[in-house]
């Protein structure tokens, strides 16, 4: 179980201090599945990052399984059991998809197991097994590469930021069935954040984040109709921050 207790974020920028996130409080169960969407530049990213621990926050407390992991390097969360899947992934020239793949799974899967995780994700794997994981790889591949890695991780918490952006329809459904599949055949839990309905429509829980807070969380029965009916759920998020 993962808690963010009281979590703030503020930065210096060129008019003196800014709240990047606000005194966030938020549980993520064992084995649900949730989503965090809200408008851009609402907090989503930042609050991935601070639970990935990329940024440390300017006070709060984030607890996993009861543990205090606030100061906690990003190696040693990852050891404990989470994973995050970026918005734009990072390629690492000389390493192979192979390479990638086999060190996210931490232990020595034979190739045909690591092409699986790639057919998962829609990729041809006799195409991409020995590729390397550099500036040749489009974006979408690139993409869904880490996915790839983050599903051969089988953590305790995944966290995907936007895993829709950059990739195309045809693959966008494929995603869709990736993540309808973990939620199926893991007992970990799934933090997604999304501006995309069908994503939303699949979670237990959706968080809606807007100007460095929650403004909405519930079940997904309860939050769906509230998004429903407009434009997008990002229409509808800012229409929550409006109320302000
Ligand atoms: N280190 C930083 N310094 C200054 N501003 C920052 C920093 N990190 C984030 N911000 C600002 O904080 C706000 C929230 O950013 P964040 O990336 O978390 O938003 P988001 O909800 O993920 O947006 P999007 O939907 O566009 O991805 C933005 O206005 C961003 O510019």
């Not at 989470?82 to 793949?101: E, H, M, N, T, Y």
Request: charged share 25%; aromatic share 6%.
């Amino acid at each position: 179980m993962l808690t963010l207790e009281n979590l703030t974020f503020d930065v210096n920028d060129d008019e003196g201090g800014k709240g990047i996130i606000k005194d966030l409080n938020l549980t993520i169960g064992d084995g649900k599945f949730v989503v965090i969407t809200g408008p851009n530049g609402g907090g989503k990213s930042t609050t991935a990052k601070l639970i990935m621990g990329i940024e440390k926050p300017t006070s709060g407390r984030i607890l996993f399984d009861g543990q205090d992991i606030t100061d906690m390097n990003i190696t040693d969360r990852a050891n404990l059991g989470i994973s995050f899947a970026f918005q734009q992934p990072v390629r690492f020239k000389g390493v192979q998809v192979l390479d990638l793949i086999r060190l996210a799974a931490k232990k020595k899967l034979s190739v045909t197991d690591a092409c699986q995780y790639l057919s998962e994700v829609g990729l041809c794997a006799k195409d991409y097994i020995n590729r390397e994981v550099n500036a040749s790889l489009s974006g979408g591949e690139l993409k869904r590469i880490e996915i790839a890695s983050v599903l051969a991780r089988a953590s305790k918490l995944s966290v995907f930021d936007e895993p829709e952006a950059g990739i195309d329809l045809w693959s966008f459904q494929n995603l869709i069935q990736v993540f309808e599949r973990m939620r199926k055949n893991t007992n970990g839990s799934i933090l997604i954040i999304s501006h995309q309905e069908r994503i939303l429509n699949i979670a237990d829980e959706i968080v809606v984040i807007a100007d460095g807070k929650i403004v909405n969380h519930g079940s997904r029965d309860e939050i769906m109709p509230q998004i429903m009916g407009t434009a997008s759920a990002v229409d509808a998020c800012s229409k929550f921050y409006n109320q302000d």
